[in-house]
């Protein structure tokens, strides 16, 4: 009897433990690359606007709680989730099998195609089109994925950044033939700047490599936070928050698969 006791006041322990470990976010930290306009840029001021940088602050005001943006490039992300500089990763960032093996996910955020770049009357803007042309990417995207699977292997030459500026400052040098990156990104944010007046997009792309819906990222296991995210997330659906955000910035389009 002596030794059931003992079991049971040990399970007890644990579960008083577990009830105070829980974890009470008076503030959440989010990971961001801001070279992805509209979804995450600087202003001239160096505040950060965005799409993403408005559901971020606006899911942080729902749960009250404090917002804090941390800058990264995005290939160091999933590190700097690891090592708990942040908590999430709002930063346009997809939901691949890859990464689900590597942490977890909110609900979705939005979802959005990929899509080549290139000059107006230049290269033809497709796989066959590009061979021995230069594609450039951000390191760390599904388009690195896609690089390396499918044109990599298809004669393509590929070139990978730190950062998306990067690759449109190359583009627009002549270093690169065309560019490989988010179609939305491309279309609202680069052809709309005036270094990008004289670009075209392609058409989608379709790959199991360039899966479209966006979440936020988060560590392996945690699943208090990622109620408190999905709490959020659909709070701002239910107020219509979403909408107004999404209108913001980019009009009647809807952006929101509801997957």
């Given at each position: 009897m002596k030794k059931a006791w003992l079991t049971l006041s040990a399970l007890a322990l644990c579960l008083s433990a577990g009830g105070a470990m829980a974890k009470e976010y008076k503030e959440l930290r989010f990971g961001v690359d801001p070279s992805y306009a509209p979804f995450e840029s600087k202003a001239a001021d160096g505040s950060l606007v965005g799409f993403d940088i408005d559901l971020g602050n606006a899911i942080c005001k729902?749960?009250?709680?404090?917002?804090?943006?941390?800058?990264?490039?995005?290939d160091g992300m999933i590190p700097g989730l690891k090592a708990n500089k942040f908590d999430g990763v709002?930063?346009?960032?997809?939901?691949?099998?890859?990464?689900?093996?590597?942490?977890?996910?909110?609900?979705?955020?939005?979802?959005?195609?990929t899509a080549y770049v290139g000059k107006k009357g230049g290269v033809t803007l497709t796989l066959e089109g590009l061979k021995g042309k230069t594609v450039g990417y951000e390191q760390g995207t599904i388009q690195e994925a896609y690089a390396k699977a499918v044109l990599d292997k298809a004669g393509v030459k590929t070139q990978a950044y730190q950062n998306q500026d990067q690759v449109y400052a190359d583009l627009t040098s002549g270093r690169l033939d065309a560019s490989i990156q988010d179609m939305l990104q491309a279309e609202l944010g680069f052809l709309k700047s005036p270094q990008g007046a004289d670009y075209t997009v392609s058409e989608p792309l379709t790959s199991d490599y360039l899966p479209a819906k966006t979440a936020v990222g988060i560590n392996k296991g945690n699943k208090e936070l990622q109620a408190l995210l999905n709490k959020g997330i659909e709070a701002l659906h239910k107020d219509g928050t979403y909408s107004e955000i999404q209108k913001k910035h980019f009009g009647d389009l809807n952006l929101y698969s509801g997957k």
């Amino acid at each position: 009897m002596k030794k059931a006791w003992l079991t049971l006041s040990a399970l007890a322990l644990c579960l008083s433990a577990g009830g105070a470990m829980a974890k009470e976010y008076k503030e959440l930290r989010f990971g961001v690359d801001p070279s992805y306009a509209p979804f995450e840029s600087k202003a001239a001021d160096g505040s950060l606007v965005g799409f993403d940088i408005d559901l971020g602050n606006a899911i942080c005001k729902e749960l009250k709680v404090t917002c804090k943006w941390v800058e990264s490039d995005f290939d160091g992300m999933i590190p700097g989730l690891k090592a708990n500089k942040f908590d999430g990763v709002i930063s346009s960032m997809t939901v691949t099998p890859a990464r689900e093996k590597a942490i977890d996910f909110s609900n979705e955020l939005f979802s959005g195609p990929t899509a080549y770049v290139g000059k107006k009357g230049g290269v033809t803007l497709t796989l066959e089109g590009l061979k021995g042309k230069t594609v450039g990417y951000e390191q760390g995207t599904i388009q690195e994925a896609y690089a390396k699977a499918v044109l990599d292997k298809a004669g393509v030459k590929t070139q990978a950044y730190q950062n998306q500026d990067q690759v449109y400052a190359d583009l627009t040098s002549g270093r690169l033939d065309a560019s490989i990156q988010d179609m939305l990104q491309a279309e609202l944010g680069f052809l709309k700047s005036p270094q990008g007046a004289d670009y075209t997009v392609s058409e989608p792309l379709t790959s199991d490599y360039l899966p479209a819906k966006t979440a936020v990222g988060i560590n392996k296991g945690n699943k208090e936070l990622q109620a408190l995210l999905n709490k959020g997330i659909e709070a701002l659906h239910k107020d219509g928050t979403y909408s107004e955000i999404q209108k913001k910035h980019f009009g009647d389009l809807n952006l929101y698969s509801g997957k």
